[in-house]
C-alpha cells in the first residue's frame, strides 16, 4: 500500500511544485497560464409508491482539474492533473459511478510567440483511480476488480506538437511505450487488464497521439476535449486503444451551471468493446481561467 501511495504523491507533487513556482517567478523570461475547474454535482431522486417504478437514489460527483503552460523562449510545458470521483446510492448501498486520477506532461521545443507549425515533443501520462472498485454483484464487497494502482496506465512517447494554436492541440509520436502496472497480488492472480498472473505489468510499443481541444463561445459556454489513441505495433491482432473525455458546461450564473461529462474507453486488454459513460446534472462550478 506504500508503494501506491507514494506513486500518487510524486505525481501531486510534481504538479504542484509546478504551480508554486508560476507563483513567485514574475520575471518576463518565463510566462504562466493557469486554468482550473472545480465542479461539484448532486443528484436526489424520490419515489413513494410510484407506480412506474424505479427505487429512490442519491448521486453525487466531485471534478478537480488543473491545467498549467509555462513557456520560456525556447520551450512549452503543459501540466494537467485530473481527479473524477463519483458515488450513487439507493437501497442503502453506496457503489462508485466514476473514478479516475490522471496527470499528463507535454514538453516541447519552442516558446513564447513560437510560429513554427510544428516542433520536437515528448510527453508522458500516468491513468490510474483514486478508490477500490467492485463488480455489481459483488454486494458484499469481498473481492476487489480494481484499486489504486491496479491498474497504473503509464505512456511515453517521442513525437511532434504544434503551438501555434490556442483552442486545440494535436500530439502524434511514432515511438511510445504503454506500461500496464497492476500491483495488488490478488488482482494480479485474475489475470486481469491483460497482465499475466506471474507479473505485474505489460510492456507495449507502439504509436501515440492525442488530440485536445478547449474553448468558450459566447462567455457562457464551454467545451473541453481530450482524446488519446495508442496502437501497439508487436499485437498479434493489433487494436486502436482510444481513451478520451469531453466536459462541457452552459453557465446559468456566478456559481451554478448545467454540465455533461462523456467519458469514452477501448481497451481490448481490459474489455472487448466500447467502455461508456456520462454524467449530466446541475452542478456549482468554479473556474480560473
Not at 448532486?42 to 488543473?66: C, H, I, K, P, Y
Not at 463519483?86 to 513560437?114: A, C, E, M
Not at 504509436?207 to 496502437?231: C, P
Request: charged letters at 20%.
Amino acid at each position: 500500500m506504500k508503494i501506491k501511495w507514494k506513486i500518487v504523491f510524486l505525481v501531486f507533487g510534481m504538479c504542484f511544485s509546478f504551480k508554486a513556482v508560476a507563483q513567485t517567478d514574475t520575471t518576463k523570461k518565463r510566462v504562466y497560464e493557469h486554468k482550473g475547474m472545480y465542479n461539484v454535482n448532486f443528484m436526489r431522486t424520490d419515489l413513494r409508491n410510484w407506480t412506474q417504478g424505479g427505487e429512490s437514489n442519491t448521486n453525487a460527483s466531485l471534478m478537480v482539474r488543473e491545467q498549467l503552460k509555462i513557456q520560456s523562449q525556447k520551450a512549452t510545458g503543459r501540466h494537467l492533473l485530473q481527479l473524477n470521483y463519483g458515488l450513487n446510492n439507493q437501497l442503502g448501498r453506496t457503489t462508485k459511478t466514476i473514478d479516475n486520477l490522471q496527470y499528463v506532461g507535454n514538453f516541447s521545443r519552442g516558446g513564447i510567440d513560437d510560429k513554427k507549425f510544428v516542433r520536437i515533443s515528448a510527453q508522458v501520462e500516468l491513468n490510474t483511480q483514486a478508490m477500490p472498485g467492485y463488480a455489481v454483484e459483488d454486494t458484499a464487497r469481498l473481492s476487489m476488480i480494481s484499486n489504486i494502482g491496479s491498474p497504473v496506465y503509464a505512456q511515453f512517447s517521442l513525437g511532434a506538437i504544434s503551438n501555434r494554436y490556442k483552442s486545440w492541440s494535436l500530439y502524434f509520436a511514432p515511438l511510445g511505450t504503454k506500461t500496464t502496472f497492476v500491483l495488488d497480488s490478488n488482482i494480479r492472480e485474475l489475470g486481469a487488464f491483460g497482465v499475466d498472473s506471474t507479473s505485474s505489468t505489460l510492456l507495449q510499443g507502439g504509436a501515440n497521439a492525442t488530440l485536445t481541444f478547449n474553448k468558450i463561445y459566447w462567455r457562457t459556454f464551454k467545451i473541453l476535449l481530450r482524446t488519446d489513441f495508442f496502437y501497439n505495433y508487436f499485437d498479434e491482432n493489433p487494436e486502436l486503444d482510444v481513451r478520451g473525455e469531453l466536459i462541457s458546461y452552459y453557465k446559468l450564473d456566478k456559481w451554478f451551471t448545467l454540465n455533461i461529462n462523456y467519458q469514452f474507453v477501448k481497451d481490448f486488454d481490459a474489455f472487448e468493446g466500447w467502455q461508456l459513460k456520462s454524467v449530466a446534472g446541475l452542478g456549482v462550478t468554479v473556474t480560473l481561467d
